[in-house]
């Protein structure tokens, strides 16, 4: 039963989320543990994660216009936050489901919302990122739940576009410095390999 209302809840959210960023006209899709279910199998996840592209000018407005769909910051000084880390934290009142809503600024970030594809969910159309693109971004976030979350993807999926990943990788090795991206991720990639996908 429990699993029944976590996974209720986060339906709620990623519908008020959808809902809430159409009616103002902002470029996004959703990422993290959500989209990787939708995208190989589904994992538990209690929050959710998107990514948007919209004018610095338009961010104090966006903020407010949440409200009637039951999203608002989780924080006093959310805007500010977001000045700093480029990420809204804002939640879904009706279900309780923290959102963690980024802005897309970097030139990865804005072609991948450019090659994003729907998915249906029940009666929800859900933007989602290429398995391509959805692996970059676990790659670079590098915690243990994000290289499980790749090793899904690849046995789902078993013609991606390495060369696309790898490009992108090693601009991100560069920019961090940390020349271990391309060899972790060619570690998961062995490791499936080796367990026959």
Known sequence: MAKKRTDESLYDAVAALIRWLRSEHVSFMIIGGFAVSLLSRPRATRDVDAVMTIPHDRWKALLKSGKPFG?????????????ESMVFLLKHLPSSTP?????GSSEFEQQALAHRHSKRLKR????????????IMKAVARRPVDFADISTMLMHH????????????DTFSELLQDDSLIRDFEQCMKNVMRKGR
């Open 158 to 169: 078993h013609k991606v576009d390495k060369q696309h990943i790898l490009h992108w990788l």
């Open 124 to 135: 929800l159309t859900v933007p989602l990122p290429r398995v391509e693109d959805i692996i």
């Open 71 to 83: 999203i608002e910051p989780r924080m006093r000084d959310c805007l500010a936050f977001a000045q």
């Open 99 to 103: 959102i963690d809503l980024s802005i």
